[in-house]
C-alpha cells in the first residue's frame, strides 16, 4: 500500500472501462514496517512512501508512555517523521495541560478537536500534493472521525465503551486520496493492527491482565487453564471470558507459527541463492 506506480492505460476499445496495468514501482522512499520482536527480523511491510506518521492520542484519557513509544519506535525504523495529535480537546477543561503532557513525550504536538475544528488545518498541512500521512493509535482516539472531518472521507465511527476503551471500528488499513491529491491512510486501533505485525500486544495484555494476575497462583507454571487441576483462573474466570481469552492466545500462536515459518523460508532462499553465487565465482 502507498506505492508510486508508473502505469499504462488501455484504451476504451480494449478495455472498455479504463483498466490499467502496472509497468514500474518507483523505488520507495520510506517504508513503513515493522520489525518483529525477537531474534528472527522479518520486516513487514505496513505502508510505502509515508512522508509523516500521526500517532493520535486522546486529551481525555492518560498518556500510555509504552503505547506512544511503540508507534514512535514504528515509524523511527520507517525513517517517517512522527507527530503527536492530541485529540477531543474539547473534552477537557485545560487544553494545554494535554498537550504539555505529549510535549514531554514527543516531537511536534498538535491539539484537536473534530468537535470544535480546532486543529485540523495543521493536520491538514501536513498532507497534500504527493505527499503520504497515515494516522496510528488506539481504538477510538478518533482517527478516522479526524479524516472525515478534514478531507471529507464518509467512514464508520463509533462511541467508544464506557470503560473508555473503543469498538475497534476500523478493521483495516485503508488508503484515501483527499481532493488535493493528498494521500492519507487511516489504521485500525493497535489490537488488530497488532495481530497483523505482531503477537506481542499492549492492548490485549491489558485486556487480560485479570487472567496474567490469576494465573500465578495456578498450581503450574505452564498451566494453560484448561484442564489442569489446581487452576486458579478457571476457578474465577467466566467460560465465555476464558473462551476468548483461549481464542486469542491460538491466534497469536499461529502468528508466531507464520512468523518463524517465513524465517525458514527466507534463510533457506538466502542459503541457495549464496551456493549459487559461490558456484558461478
Ligand atoms: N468529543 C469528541 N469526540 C470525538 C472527537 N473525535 C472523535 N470523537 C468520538 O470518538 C469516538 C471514536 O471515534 P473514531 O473516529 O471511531 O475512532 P478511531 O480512532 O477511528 O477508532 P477505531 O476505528 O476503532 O480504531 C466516536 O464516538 C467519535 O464521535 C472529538 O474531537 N471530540
Ligand atoms: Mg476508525
Ligand atoms: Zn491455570
Not at 487480560?208 to 487453564?225: G, K, S
Request: aromatic residues 4%; proline residues 4%; glycine residues 8%.
Amino acid at each position: 500500500m502507498g506505492d508510486w506506480v508508473v502505469v499504462e492505460r488501455w484504451s476504451e476499445a480494449v478495455a472498455g472501462n479504463g483498466a490499467a496495468i502496472i509497468r514500474e514501482i518507483e523505488p520507495r522512499t520510506t517504508f513503513l514496517v515493522r520489525k518483529a520482536a525477537g531474534e528472527a527480523v522479518v520486516p513487514q511491510p505496513l505502508a510505502a512512501n509515508v512522508d509523516v506518521g500521526i500517532i493520535m492520542t486522546s486529551a481525555n484519557t492518560d498518556l500510555v508512555l509504552a503505547r506512544l513509544d511503540r508507534y514512535l519506535g514504528l515509524l523511527r525504523d520507517g525513517g517517517i517523521e512522527p507527530v503527536i495529535a492530541v485529540s477531543k480537546l474539547d473534552l477537557v477543561a485545560d487544553p494545554a495541560v494535554a498537550i504539555a503532557r505529549a510535549e514531554a513525550v514527543g516531537p511536534r504536538v498538535i491539539g484537536v478537536s473534530t468537535h470544535t475544528g480546532v486543529g485540523l488545518d495543521e493536520v491538514r498541512s501536513l498532507g497534500g500534493p504527493g505527499r503520504t500521512a497515515v494516522l496510528l493509535g488506539s481504538s477510538g482516539v478518533g482517527k478516522s472521525s479526524l479524516l472525515n472531518a478534514m478531507i471529507g472521507t464518509q467512514q464508520v465511527t463509533r462511541e467508544i465503551r464506557a470503560d473508555e476503551r473503543g469498538r475497534h471500528t476500523t478493521t483495516r488499513r485503508e488508503l484515501f486520496v483527499a481532493r488535493d491529491g493528498g494521500i492519507w491512510i487511516d489504521t485500525p486501533g493497535m489490537r488488530e493492527l497488532a495481530q497483523w505485525l505482531d503477537e506481542d500486544d499492549p492492548d490485549q495484555e491489558q485486556a487480560f491482565d485479570d487472567i496474567a494476575e490469576l494465573a500465578a497462583q495456578c498450581r503450574f507454571n505452564d498451566c494453560q487453564h484448561v484442564k489442569e487441576p489446581g487452576c486458579a483462573v478457571r476457578d474465577a474466570i467466566s467460560p465465555e471470558r476464558l473462551a476468548s481469552f483461549h481464542k486469542l492466545a491460538a491466534e497469536r500462536s499461529l502468528a508466531a507459527q507464520r512468523q518463524a515459518q517465513k524465517t525458514r523460508q527466507l534463510a533457506a532462499r538466502a542459503a541457495v541463492k549464496a551456493k549459487a553465487k559461490r558456484r558461478s565465482d
